[in-house]
């Protein structure tokens, strides 16, 4: 009996639907609709007042004409009336129409806002239904969750209204007696009760765990009631045969809030629970019916996420792994995807590591054999996480053979992965190199630049590995075709190395010159300077292809390129191998200086890429594979060529920092012991987050100005004294001082003439660089005579770490997925804030460009909200930023988030920008 | 424009609970769309349109679950029309299956084998189980006959009404 038939149909509305559907095409369905939309116009304009009934209808049909993907722009005001009408049908439509309809920033909110309060105050308890279901403001429905009399329908709708309204707006509802009262529902007998408050508690007791404890023990008692219970007890909340599935997936959620029970008793008992859905997955099905596997599986895989949460019980984890493994081999392919995903997480407990390891075969076979992408790129993950020194040579091995047939989307993550893999477990470094290349030969153009630069970092930091990569590369570029990386890897190396294998006949200079020069001219413009590099180094190594190379440089190809960097370094090069003595070659070119160690590039890349949360913790055993922990804080000046890595950067790396010349440089720190403590004047000091000129500091005798210019971690200001006075400023000197942990932030000041005239300007320099993130500020003190007295004067310099931002362009994609990445509580700073300025849109636009970040255009899907993207440079890492600012105009407040990879990052941003609206 | 409701994707309070649902045909019609995050209708439409191409383009056999930006959805297909639900990471694949499954059984309850007609006819019906069955994208009411005796309930209520009225 279809239950539709009774009721009130609207026979208008379903003449209206036949009519749509009966539309030959598309042309005549617009018309149709076309005609309709104006004859509702007509009747709302018109003068005659509409019955409740025609209203409905019509709000009705705009609510069809919506669904089939127009636009609706009118009909809200007839909607909104619809909710004041006393007739049940009227009012319910009234609210469908705004709950699917009306965004909650729009005008008529206060209006609706009226209809729901009404509702809610009246005893009727399905209008208060209603009105709960639209999700309201009201204070009272704390009273109405709690409330003795209220029905169970309503307690189950207040619940979730209040978590909604949580989520969106805490403030609104505070924290008060009702709280310790809602903890009991857990105990209620209305199952429908119980599940709608599980989900609100655990909301609640995600945000202040504390004030919620008591309900671990309720729960456990409830779950554990659950899980023994005869499959018909629950009656209709058993759900194919499986008891009351919901209820226990959300009360396995609510215990993943917090750590295993201290209480032993209470432990004891919430292990039996986990014990017996781990049995209960042992059992012979009862019922053929997907529905009952899926249902039972739900609450064994949620029962397995709290097992791997509390990570204390190695039985459970163990048996877990197991239950998993019979998974990965299950017909249906949701288990299998669903069990490769959570072993991943298993595999990074140290009591299940073992554990998921002898799985491997099966999960390489899913490799090859799955036929649905989205599993095989778990499969992927999964090997990811159980790799270790043990199976790594295998692990690698099958990732670079499955690599050659991998799917286009996701080589590049299998290609970062295997150079991790490959790094982090190389015992053998000459397997290293190995792989490498063959990573580059598999999957050249996935190769991202982090890859090879890291490679070559390896093999200058490595003595015992160079000859082997040397006579490797030589070996891998004698195929016809080869990679575009490949031959960067080659110049580099050889450039660097080509002598451990001069010796042998078949790899002579000349043959080793005469090969990378037959790939010359097949290369990109980048590549082909690596290489010009690469032959001037030649030079040095070998100098009886001296003759050769400067041959080579002379030609009209090189000296006449069209390109100013290529034909720049032929000419530079060609005349310093004329005029450079062997010992000056000898010394300019000398080969690199091992790099500092640092995080690998590349797995910060796939960080990037994954979030941190995917990967399992491997960072940390790197160092001691390659032997060197130490962190080399210290500038280090290499006044050596380096085989420039970007095509536009220097082409002799002189050291960017001015160590010659020293005459002119005072020794910053020497004197600052001197200075008396002198109030520093920091209030104009805010003004220069967002801008890098102006006045900072002013008094009657002196002005200072500033301008300064930054580029990635370098920067450099210039300090401007004005003499305000008419006499001279006699001894004046100006030094800078900062703590210990920003010492090597400033790199040098240059001098001051002791005098100043009256009215006359001077100017100092100070070149600065940013070598890891920083939270003070440099403090400049000037000293000077004045009519005798002697004047002291300390001012704040507005060296803050926004001010090595690069911008950074992401479409909305990009920044929501690395937005997830940077989901940790700690990476995420908030603040809430009243404005201090006028909010004017283009000024804030300005302020969060000047603090140095991309404005990301139309990520935001609300566009009053500002998104910004940026990377701080420093010399040992750079730190990704994603910002976001949310105006309140009607509050007159902002709110302000931050994520970036570094949690003292986010809280210096955050403190910085938020002081300047 | 209010602080407390623009977080697009739950950015914010990344807590389990569904972000939507959409019904589509197996022509890439849609039939029903419930938003449990207030999304502009632009990205509403573009979402839609994405997953809609996604989702249509996958084979029988594979599994009902993918990743997408970073949500993760799940699919099922009853007859011609499909059932999609965007999750967070967090979340529960299965059991979100069973929802989907539950909400079709309610239908077929409702209106005695449901089939895509009765949808496209009675939407606000659709509509009304619905939400009765998940508000805010949590499941209020699992229980199948409660979900039902509820919407009786209102099928009953706009009988009298209709009766007084057309006294």
């Given amino acids: 009996m279809p239950a539709v038939s009774k009721g009130d149909g609207m026979r208008g509305l379903a003449v209206f639907i036949s009519d749509i559907r009966n539309c030959k095409s598309k042309e005549a369905e617009v018309k149709r609709i076309n005609k309709e939309l104006a004859n509702i116009r007509s009747k709302f304009k018109g003068d005659k007042a509409l019955d409740g009934y025609s209203k409905k209808k019509y709000v009705c049909k705009l609510l069809f004409i919506f669904l089939l993907g127009h636009d609706i722009d009118f009909g809200h005001m007839e909607a909104v009336n619809l909710l004041s009408s006393n007739k049940y049908t009227e009012k319910q439509i009234g609210y469908l129409f705004i709950s699917v309809l009306v965004n909650s920033n729009s005008d008529l909110i206060r209006l609706i806002n009226n209809g729901i309060k009404n509702d809610l105050a009246s005893r009727n308890p399905t209008f208060m239904n209603l009105a709960l279901h639209c999700i309201a403001f009201a204070s009272e429905i704390p009273r109405i969750l709690v409330a003795g009399d209220t029905m169970d329908s309503v307690k189950q709708s207040a619940a979730l209204c ?15 007696e009702w709280t310790a009262r809602v903890v009991h529902l857990l105990n209620d007998q209305h199952l429908g009760v119980v599940t709608a408050a599980t989900s609100l508690i655990t909301t609640l ?8 404890k008591t309900s671990i023990s309720l729960a456990v008692a409830r779950l554990s009631r659950i899980v023994t219970s005869a499959s018909i007890d629950l009656q209709d909340y058993t759900y194919y045969f499986v008891a009351a599935p919901w209820l226990s997936v959300k009360l396995l959620r609510l215990l993943q809030c917090y750590p295993p029970p201290e209480d032993a008793a209470l432990r004891s008992r919430l292990t039996e629970c986990l014990e017996t859905i781990l049995n209960k997955a042992q059992e012979p099905p009862k019922s053929k019916k997907v529905q009952h596997s899926n249902a039972k599986n739900a609450v064994l895989f949620e029962a397995i996420s709290l097992i791997i949460h509390h990570d204390s019980e190695p039985t459970l984890l163990v048996r877990a792994c197991n239950q998993l493994g019979q998974f990965l ?68 091995a099958e990732m670079l053979s499955y690599l050659e047939t991998a799917d286009y989307s996701i080589r590049e993550e ?55 990569a040397a006579k490797t590369v030589f070996e891998a570029l004698q195929a016809p075709a080869c990679h575009e990386n490949l031959v960067k890897v080659g110049g580099y190396i050889l450039g660097e190395f080509g002598n451990l294998i001069a010796g042998d006949s078949r790899s002579s200079p000349l043959v080793q010159f005469n090969l990378l020069h037959s790939k010359f001219h097949l290369c990109s413009v980048p590549t082909r300077a690596l290489l010009l590099s690469a032959y001037i180094k030649f030079i040095n190594l070998f100098p009886e292809v001296k003759a050769t190379i400067q ?3 002379r030609s009209d190809s090189q000296l006449r390129n069209a390109d100013v960097e290529l034909q720049q370094r032929a000419v530079e090069y060609l005349r310093l191998s004329c005029i ?21 590039s590349i797995l910060a890349k796939l960080k990037r890429k994954k979030g941190p949360g995917n990967l399992p913790d491997i960072d940390d055993a790197r160092r001691n594979v390659n032997g060197n922990t130490e962190h080399s804080e210290k500038t280090e000046t290499t006044n050596k060529v380096t085989l420039v890595r970007t095509a536009s950067a220097y082409l002799l790396n002189l050291n960017s920092t001015p160590t010659a010349g ?25 003004r220069f987050v967002c801008k890098n000129n102006g006045v900072i500091f002013e008094n009657q005798l002196l002005q200072i100005g500033l301008k300064s210019e930054y580029r990635q971690n370098l920067g450099r200001m210039y300090v401007f004294y004005g003499n305000k006075t008419s006499t001279q400023f006699l001894s004046f000197s100006s030094s800078v001082t900062c703590n210990d942990t920003l010492k090597n932030h400033i790199l040098s000041t240059s001098s001051v003439d002791p005098i100043i005239e009256g009215g006359a300007q001077v100017q100092q320099i100070l070149n600065i660089e940013c070598v890891s993130d920083f939270t003070d500020a440099p ?12 004047q002291n004067i300390a001012v704040k310099l507005p060296v803050m770490l926004n001010k090595f931002f690069q911008p950074t362009e992401m479409t909305s994609q990009d920044f929501f997925q690395r937005w997830k990445q940077l989901g940790a509580p700690q990476q995420e700073v908030q603040k809430i804030f009243k404005a201090k300025h006028p909010m004017d849109t283009e000024v804030t636009k300005a302020k969060i460009l000047g603090f140095g970040v991309a404005l990301l255009d139309r990520v935001d899907p609300n566009p009053e909200n500002f998104v910004g993207a940026g990377v701080i440079h420093s010399k040992n890492t750079q730190v990704g930023c994603l910002l976001r600012l949310e105006p309140n105009t009607q509050a007159q407040m902002y709110r302000l988030t931050l994520r970036t990879s570094r949690d003292s990052v986010s809280q210096r941003l955050c403190d910085l920008l938020s002081e300047q609206f | 424009m209010s602080l407390t409701t623009h977080f697009p994707l739950c950015f914010l309070f990344s807590l389990f609970q569904m972000q939507f649902m959409l019904l589509f045909s197996r022509q890439g019609k849609l039939r029903l769309q419930k938003w449990y995050v207030p999304l502009s209708d632009k990205e509403k439409k573009k979402i839609t349109r994405e997953l809609v191409q996604t989702v249509l383009a996958r084979k029988p056999k594979m599994c009902s679950f993918l990743e997408w930006r970073d949500l993760k959805i799940v699919y099922k297909r009853y007859a011609s029309l499909y059932f999609c639900c965007a999750i967070e990471d967090q979340d529960n694949e299965l059991i979100t299956l069973e929802i989907i499954h539950r909400y079709v059984e309610l239908l077929d309850k409702y209106f005695g084998s449901v089939c895509e007609l009765d949808i496209i006819f009675n939407f606000e019906k659709a509509y009304f189980i619905l939400d009765e069955f998940l508000l805010g994208g949590e499941a209020q009411e699992t229980s199948k006959k409660n979900v039902l005796k509820a919407i009786e309930q209102a099928d009953l209520l706009q009988e009298v009404r209709h009766r007084m009225k057309s006294k």
């Fill in chain 1, 162 to 176: 209040l978590l909604r309204l949580n989520r969106t707006s805490p403030d609104l509802v505070p924290m008060g």
């Fill in chain 1, 205 to 212: 007791a995600q945000k202040s765990p504390d004030d919620f």
């Fill in chain 1, 329 to 396: 081999q299950h017909r249906e392919t949701n288990l299998r995807y669903l069990a490769l995903e959570s072993m991943c997480t298993l595999a990074s407990s140290e009591f299940s590591h073992e554990a998921v390891k002898t799985h491997i075969e099966t999960v390489i076979n899913a490799l090859k054999t799955e036929r649905d992408v989205s599993v095989r790129q778990r499969a992927v993950d999964l090997l990811y996480a159980m790799c270790d020194r043990s199976n790594a040579k295998q692990i690698v």
């Fill in chain 1, 414 to 468: 299998i290609v970062l992965k295997v150079a991790i893999l490959a790094e982090k477990y190389a015992v053998d470094y000459t397997w290293y190199v190995d792989t490498i290349l063959n990573l580059i030969r598999i999957a050249g153009d996935y190769v991202s630049e982090e890859v090879w630069y890291r490679v070559i970092q390896i093999v200058i930091n490595r003595d015992d590995v160079q000859g082997y």
């Fill in chain 1, 551 to 553: 041959e080579v440089l």
């Fill in chain 1, 580 to 600: 450079a003595s062997t010992d000056i070659l000898a010394t300019v070119l000398e080969e690199m200086p091992p790099f500092p160690e640092r995080e690998s």
């Fill in chain 1, 662 to 686: 020293a005459s002119l440089l005072v020794d910053v720190f020497s004197d600052s012991s001197t200075l008396a403590s002198v109030e520093v004047s920091d209030e104009n000091f805010p």
């Fill in chain 1, 779 to 790: 403090v400049l003190n000037v000293q000077f005579r004045y009519g005798g007295t002697l």
